[in-house]
Nanobody
Framework: QLVESGGGVVQFGGSLRLSCEVSGFNLDNYGIGWFRQAPGKEREGVSYIDNTGARTLYSDSVKGRFTISRDNAKNAVYLQMNGLVPEDTAVYYC?????????????????WGQGTQVTVSS
């Protein structure tokens, strides 16, 4: 089970830190991806971190603003989001994957949480 938290309403340029708490999986064996879905749009891959934390990926739209990290001892993965803009407004989800991820596509992830809403006002 994956549970996302940390969303909220922030102003343009603000920051939020999302958390993905994982249960039922040994995180030493899985990578975690963050995705987002805005109304009327497809789910978009935002960031990914492999099972060791040594390899991370970011979409072009968030590169340089978002940072993904993980704490396997706490069974959690985090997404630090800085410099938020209205285009970041979406429901953010985390998913788990046992594949080697090259492109952050939702087809390779499973066990989605309920999501957490992020709203950025202009």
């Amino acid at each position: 089970q994956l549970v996302e938290s940390g969303g909220g309403v922030v102003q343009f340029g603000g920051s939020l830190r999302l958390s993905c708490e994982v249960s039922g999986f040994n995180l030493d064996n899985y990578g975690i991806g963050w995705f987002r879905q805005a109304p009327g749009k497809e789910r978009e891959g935002v960031s990914y971190i492999d099972n060791t934390g040594a390899r991370t990926l970011y979409s072009d739209s968030v590169k340089g603003r978002f940072t993904i990290s993980r704490d396997n001892a706490k069974n959690a993965v985090y997404l630090q989001m800085n410099g938020l803009v209205p285009e970041d407004t979406a429901v953010y989800y985390c998913g788990i994957s046992g594949f080697r991820i090259v492109t952050i596509t939702s087809d390779l992830f499973r066990c989605w949480g309920q999501g957490t809403q992020v709203t950025v006002s202009s």
